[in-house]
């Protein structure tokens, strides 16, 4: 292999509970090796695992692969490497080295260096003559976050849809008591907050660069972001105006941004500070954009399992998170997504499960959904840990608890999420699967929104809602103009169907009168209308 470069960035994509980097997120990692390769002068190409699958890796003196996966998803588009796929990189002709998730909990075997901690330390004190597997300093972090801002113009999804991963600190505020027992974060220690002119800057760095759509998700509570209390108490008090200042901060120099979303919060720090909160709260409706989700760790509604894995909450301090943010981030916004929505995490094969514990998960989710409550997302996933104490042993349960989710509590939500005839604006088309097309607003999990007619990729559309599946949204191209509208796109039409669809076609009606002689019910030809013009 020639060696055009002296490293190349191979992105494998990483999904973590804190981190997103898969398509159409950039994480904060890759961005960090860059900004080491940047300061030690070295020549570097950047390439996705999606790259790397049609065209294989250029010519390198070293191959850098960072990825791996600890939350599996389904991916619309770009997919995570495969540890089959990590094995066989490990054997090209130039120095190799794995870094990431696929590092930590593979046994891949085939690499000259396996990377356990942060990838960009262990470069910087490879490259230095030491090679030490280590954790970035602060002001490594800092430095290394800016200079590798300039890496997200090599990405296929720039300047949009891609959306940079940021993190407000490492670790988990609970670390003192060890945290969820599954859960690595606590492994870090004491969570370093990073401070506000950091961040503005790191996403001033990335603006600077044409990048427009941001989610702060790299921590496992917004909430308690410099909060009062850390390393003293188990739910540390929150500091809303330290909160106000970042996200002031954010705008006064980025004003042009397009998404600013984020991930995760604590249901128990919010239920014990309801007043500090709902503050909180508050700022970021005010200052995040529509379609947002609080993901809130509850895993499981039995007490037992809770106990027995030291779970951050209780039912009730969910149910009362739930209400909160129900109450002050239900309004709608300007893309026809309400402001901010909780989402739940569910885990399947926690210590002291039985089968009871999935009824006692699945009558938590009715009792919220008879109350009122809108939940924008449920995750249900099976743990994942190399510990022997996780073990699946009520698998079936497992399968039908989340299968009545999908069906009994999921659609019902997307109805209050989106009612029929809602318009959700600026999806951005991804896939074409036959006559179908599939795509997404840009933002922390967004609803899969298909089409049932071609509509042009890679280009951003505004849908009318006609339609639910269990967790995806079916619509059409809004303004939707009868007279001008092909045999395949009047069929998909509520109301119409193959013959009426063949006769609007025929007549291309401009005149509701007209309309009505065509279809002969006056209420059919209303309910069309609901969701389409002349």
């Known amino acids: 292999m020639d060696s055009e470069f002296d490293v190349v960035l191979l992105d494998g994509y990483v999904d973590e509970p804190s981190t997103l980097g898969v398509p159409p997120y950039i994480s904060p990692q890759i961005r960090m090796i860059t900004g080491c390769l940047e300061e030690l002068k070295l020549t570097w190409k950047y390439i996705t695992a999606d790259q790397y699958r049609k065209k294989g890796l250029p010519g390198s003196i070293n191959t850098v692969v960072y990825g791996g996966v600890t939350v599996p998803g389904k991916y619309l588009r770009g997919s995570p490497l495969s540890p089959r796929e990590v094995r066989e990189i490990g054997t090209v002709d130039s120095e190799t080295f794995l870094g990431g998730p696929i590092a930590r909990y593979e046994d891949i075997g085939t690499f000259d260096h396996t990377v356990k901690k942060d990838m960009s330390a262990y470069i910087y004190e490879h490259l230095s003559g030491e090679g030490k597997d280590r954790w970035c300093r602060a002001h490594e972090m800092e430095r290394w976050l800016k200079l590798g801002a300039k890496v997200v113009n090599e990405h296929p999804d720039h300047p949009d849809p891609l959306i940079a991963e940021i993190g407000l600190y490492r ?14 974060e606590p492994n870090y220690g004491k969570p370093r907050f990073r401070k506000i002119r950091d961040v503005v800057d790191e996403i001033s760095a990335l603006y ?4 427009r759509n941001f989610r702060i998700g790299g921590q496992s509570c917004t909430i308690s972001y410099m909060a009062e209390g850390v390393g003293k108490k188990e739910v540390p008090k929150p500091r809303p105006e330290s909160i106000r200042g970042l996200f002031e901060g954010i705008w006064k120099e980025c004003p042009g941004i397009k998404t600013l979303h984020l991930d995760n919060a604590n249901p128990a720090v919010i239920s014990t500070w ?6 909180v709260l508050e700022i970021l409706v005010k200052n995040t954009t529509p379609g947002n989700v609080l993901a809130l760790g509850m895993e499981s509604a039995d007490p037992e399992v809770i106990y027995k894995n030291n779970l951050n909450s209780t039912p009730e301090q969910v149910r009362e998170a739930v209400e909160i943010i129900n109450r002050i981030g239900a309004t709608r916004g300007k893309n ?3 402001m901010l929505l909780p989402g739940l995490n569910f885990i399947g094969g926690l210590k002291g499960e039985t089968k009871e514990t999935y009824s006692k998960n699945f009558e938590f989710l009715e009792e919220l959904k008879s109350e009122g409550m809108v939940l924008r997302r449920i995750n249900i996933r099976q743990v994942l840990s190399h510990n022997e104490e996780f073990k699946m042993k009520h698998r079936q349960e497992f399968k039908k608890f989340k299968r009545r989710v999908r069906e009994e509590i999921d659609r019902p939500m997307l109805k209050r999420v989106v009612p029929r005839g809602t318009v959700v604006r600026d999806v951005y088309m991804e896939k074409r699967e036959g006559s179908k097309t599939f795509g997404r607003q840009i933002g922390t999990y967004p609803l899969l929104v298909g089409i049932e007619y071609p509509v042009e990729l890679e280009t951003y559309k505004d849908v009318i809602i006609t339609d639910y599946g269990y967790r995806s949204i079916t619509g059409l191209v809004h303004p939707f103009e009868l007279s001008k509208a092909s045999y395949q796109e009047l069929k998909a039409v509520p109301g119409i169907g193959e013959g ?3 006769e609007i076609f025929k007549e291309k009606p401009t005149e509701r009168r007209k309309l009505e002689d065509v279809i002969g019910d006056k209420e059919e030809v209303e309910k069309i209308m609901t969701y389409t013009e002349l």
């Open 336 to 338: 026809g997504m309400p």
């Open 171 to 184: 670790g988990c505020v609970r670390y003192l008591v060890g945290g969820c027992s599954f859960c690595s």
């Open 500 to 502: 009426r669809a063949a």
């Open 274 to 279: 309801p007043s500090e909160s709902r503050r």
């Open 208 to 211: 600077s660069q044409g990048v």
